[in-house]
């Protein structure tokens, strides 16, 4: 009974927190008339994924896909974009050292580390 009352007392907060949001949100749509495209109510939200008549019509792998789709779009857009930023840095680090200048060692310390041999002169 002990442990019991601990685990309930320690996630007792969680759950309220849990329960206070969702409340928020409910009441936030409900009084402020948001339309359901912009931001449906979680009743709303719980009845399309729970209720075995709307979830059979929901076209699951379609919106899965779409899902993953935008993940890996928005993945190799970042990963492209911190590559070019990389450049632009290491190449302003040969330009201040070029001048004889340690300006730019505190803020390119890791790429200037991928010279790792010839740092060592």
Same mark, same amino acid.
């Given at each position: 009974?002990?442990?019991?009352?601990?685990?309930?007392?320690?996630?007792?907060?969680?759950?309220?927190?849990?329960?206070?949001?969702?409340?928020?949100?409910?009441?936030?749509?409900?009084?402020?008339?948001?339309?359901?495209? =912009? +931001?449906? &109510?979680?009743?709303? $939200?719980?009845?399309?994924? *729970?209720?075995? @008549?709307? !979830?059979?019509?929901?076209?699951?792998?379609?919106?899965?896909?779409?899902?993953?789709?935008? =993940? +890996?779009? &928005?993945?190799?857009? $970042?990963?492209?974009?911190? *590559?070019?930023? @990389?450049? !632009?840095?290491?190449?302003?680090?040969?330009?201040?050292?070029?001048?004889?200048?340690?300006?730019?060692?505190?803020?390119?310390?890791?790429?200037?580390?991928?010279?790792?041999?010839?740092?060592?002169?």
């Amino acid at each position: 009974m002990a442990k019991i009352n601990s685990t309930l007392r320690k996630h007792a907060p969680k759950f309220l927190s849990l329960f206070a949001f969702l409340l928020l949100w409910q009441l936030v749509v409900t009084v402020f008339r948001i339309k359901e495209f =912009i +931001l449906p &109510s979680p009743a709303a $939200t719980f009845a399309t994924l *729970f209720v075995p @008549a709307q !979830a059979a019509q929901y076209t699951w792998i379609k919106h899965i896909q779409a899902t993953l789709a935008e =993940i +890996l779009a &928005s993945f190799v857009m $970042t990963a492209v974009s911190g *590559f070019l930023i @990389a450049l !632009a840095i290491r190449r302003r680090y040969r330009k201040s050292t070029d001048r004889g200048s340690r300006r730019g060692d505190a803020t390119t310390f890791p790429i200037s580390t991928s010279r790792w041999p010839e740092n060592w002169g």
